[in-house]
């Protein structure tokens, strides 16, 4: 299945508007322990899975990417990344994550990347274990890629929301059919949506079994930073990401 609220109109609006849709990376409370998982970016070239507004491919070129290729769906986030950037070393495809076999076509065949990136995307991929094959391909030996989706404990329930007392207090999250994998159907800004629950060690595992090496692996807290944010202090209670960076061998 591949999905694409974000061309919707109203969706659109409602994304924009979120803090870390505003304030970039910045406003990401993951990213500076993501930043701290991504390789040395100077003089190599890099793809990046599901790039939204290009804030990660932005990045890339401005720590001296030679090349950064930007995949996503949406027509609306890839008209708002050129829009901020002009930079010639970045360029926005049109493209499914589940299609870049036919990327690796276009773009000399395996090893046509040094770095893969994929921020907050993969839980809306059916099929992992199939994308994660089809990165290692177009990762040349050595090459690094960095993943973060929502963490297992946040996906396992559809509800995806704390446990409230009766004055509207938050008790704690609650888990349950943590180890029934599959389709998720919940909702997100107002739409419904599928995510695709799995176990950490599914995460872990489906690597492996395409011939990564897993290097380092991060459950991050918000950024200090962003504290005081209302309801980010909650946020210390349970994981809300997984992050992992593996390289081919």
Same mark, same amino acid.
């Given at each position: ?27 990401? /409370? ?70 870049? /076999? ?13 770095? &893969? ?13 199939? &994308?994660?094959?089809? +990165? ?38 609650? +888990? ?23 176990? &950490? ?12 090496? &897993? ?15 209302? /309801? ?18």
């Amino acid at each position: 299945m591949k999905q694409n609220q974000y061309d919707d109109a109203s969706f659109f609006k409602a994304y924009s508007q979120m803090p870390r849709s505003v304030q970039g990376l910045e406003g990401a /409370g993951e990213w500076p322990v993501l930043r701290g998982m991504l390789p040395e970016l100077a003089g190599k070239r890099v793809l990046d899975l599901g790039c939204g507004f290009g804030w990660h491919s932005r990045y890339a070129a401005e720590q001296g990417a030679a090349r950064v290729l930007g995949l996503d769906l949406s027509e609306r986030m890839l008209e708002r990344a050129r829009a901020e950037c002009d930079d010639s070393r970045i360029e926005y495809r049109l493209g499914a994550i589940e299609d870049i /076999g036919a990327i690796e076509d276009l773009d000399g065949g395996e090893a046509a990347f040094d770095v &893969v990136l994929s921020s907050l995307a993969l839980h809306y991929v059916e099929d992992y274990g199939a &994308v994660c094959a089809r +990165v290692q391909r177009c990762l040349a030996p050595g090459g690094r890629f960095v993943l973060s989706v929502e963490h297992p404990i946040f996906t396992a329930r559809a509800a995806q929301d704390w446990h409230y007392g009766p004055q509207g207090e938050r008790l704690h999250w609650p +888990v349950d059919e943590y180890q029934t994998q599959g389709s998720r159907e919940t909702s997100f800004l107002g739409s419904h949506v599928v995510k695709y629950h799995r176990t &950490v060690a599914a995460y872990m595992n489906l690597l492996l079994q395409a011939g990564f090496a &897993v290097r380092e692996v991060a459950e991050p807290a918000p950024a200090a930073h962003l504290m005081d944010v209302p /309801g980010m202090r909650d946020e210390l209670r349970r994981p809300m990401f997984l992050i992992i960076a593996a390289d081919r061998v």
